[in-house]
């Protein structure tokens, strides 16, 4: 059984007070004398959501420990942290205003939606933009970006999202799928649950503008599979969590839980979504929907907030995650049929998997052998060096508990 770290604990009753008051109780906690709060700090500030902490703890915190140099550096953080949000809301503003002008159908998705219903939306900070278009309304969108002065980012890992950024102020995200790397296995799911069609709209208010985007049960539905696409490999964080919660208190009583479980069980992910909705609910102080959660194991629950949060704020955690990114993904895919072929595979990968560092290999198939002798030998040159480096014998062991994690809650 995992044991989560006492400031973990602390952490999660400071988020719970600070969203259950609606941000007003700042008031000293109980636990005050007995926590860490400069680690509690920097537990949420890997986590995004140093900003509620902040604001909890300002006029205490340095009674109880906190040095004055950092709640300063916090504080200045946030204020520059606020200015660039302004900055890059009234960006996206003007671009939904030309979106319009141009005739752009468009929703839009998860950030600025989501802020809107956190007591105060600076303290979620974004400064980028999902748009999802209809193929038939893509090319005309991106006319509408270069026009205001934005750059194309070329990604060749997903045909279904391009990015244009400008620079300093917004980056926009233009998706043609809603659930990109997860859309062609779970296609049918997307249309049983009718999150393309049109009856999946409504109209809401952001930044002062109407726009258009997802339903409440469809728009829940697709922030849980984003998530779980993220999980699935590079991980998510506290403030994932905090996202479902307020919208689900937002939201309650519009929602229709049989719609959106049985949405979520033809993703094969209901399981992996009913322990989010019950650490927001136990954690969080989200809704009671205790009705949903049948078989829930505590173990599990403490596994996954130890992944989300802990391995987040952890640097050795980061660079186990990006070191078992695409093991994962490939398992999750199918791409390889045993966890045994993967490991295979990371350890002696393809011609395909060489060819951005070891170009050679790629113009010489023959010369894959030498590439593989290559990387063994950059990677004793970064250990040399004294760089933090995952082993092959610790990516093994690492993938192998992402995988455990995964077949507990059932998306494997």
């Known amino acids: 059984m995992i044991t989560l770290n006492l400031n973990t604990t602390y952490l999660l009753r400071l988020i719970k007070q600070y969203l259950e008051s609606g941000g007003k109780d700042c008031s000293v906690p109980d636990f005050a004398s007995e926590a860490d709060f400069k680690e509690i700090l920097r537990i949420a500030a890997h986590n995004n959501c140093d900003s509620f902490i902040y604001h909890t703890i300002w006029r205490w915190g340095a009674e109880y420990g906190v040095d004055a140099s950092v709640m300063h550096a916090y504080k200045s953080r946030m204020l520059l942290s606020a200015a660039s949000q302004l900055r890059a809301d009234a960006e996206l503003k003007e671009v939904i205003t ?21 007591p105060d939306p600076a303290y979620r900070r974004s400064i980028d933009a999902d748009i999802h278009v209809s193929d ?75 726009v258009e985007t997802l339903s409440p049960n469809h728009f829940l539905i697709y922030v849980i599979c984003h998530h779980t696409k993220h999980f699935i490999t590079s991980g998510i964080n506290l403030r994932h969590l905090i996202d479902i919660c307020v919208y689900v208190n937002k939201y309650h009583e519009q929602l229709n839980w049989e719609f959106i479980t049985s949405a979520l069980e033809r993703f094969c992910i209901k399981d992996f979504a009913l322990y989010l909705l019950y650490i927001c609910k136990q954690y969080l102080g989200m809704v009671d929907i205790s009705f949903l959660f049948q078989d829930i194991s505590e173990e599990t629950v403490a596994m996954l907030i130890h992944d989300i949060i802990e391995r987040t704020a952890n640097i050795d955690g980061a660079i186990a995650r990006a070191s078992t990114y695409n093991i994962v993904r490939d398992i999750y895919y199918g791409k390889k049929k045993s966890i045994t072929n993967v490991m295979k595979s990371s350890i002696f990968p393809n011609t395909k998997a060489l060819s951005t560092k070891y170009s050679y290999a790629k113009k010489h198939p ?21 760089h933090r480096m995952i082993s092959p014998a610790e990516r093994t062991k690492l993938t192998k508990e992402k995988v455990e994690l995964l077949k507990r809650v059932k998306i494997l």
């Open 136 to 210: 038939e309304y893509a090319d005309l969108a991106a006319e509408v970006f270069i026009a205001r002065g934005y750059e194309y980012i070329p990604n060749d890992h997903n045909k279904y999202v391009k990015t244009y950024r400008q620079n300093g102020i917004l980056s926009i995200e233009l998706h043609t799928r809603l659930f990109e790397h997860f859309y062609e296995k779970n296609r049918a799911a997307i249309v049983s649950s009718e999150l393309e069609s049109h009856s999946s709209r409504r109209e809401v208010k952001v930044l002062d503008t109407i």
């Open 98 to 118: 030309d979106l319009c002008s141009a005739g752009v159908r468009y929703l839009l998705l998860k950030g600025v939606i989501l802020s809107s219903l956190y």
């Open 366 to 386: 023959i010369l894959l052998p030498a590439a593989w002798i290559h990387r063994a030998f950059y990677y004793i040159w970064r250990k040399v060096k004294g």
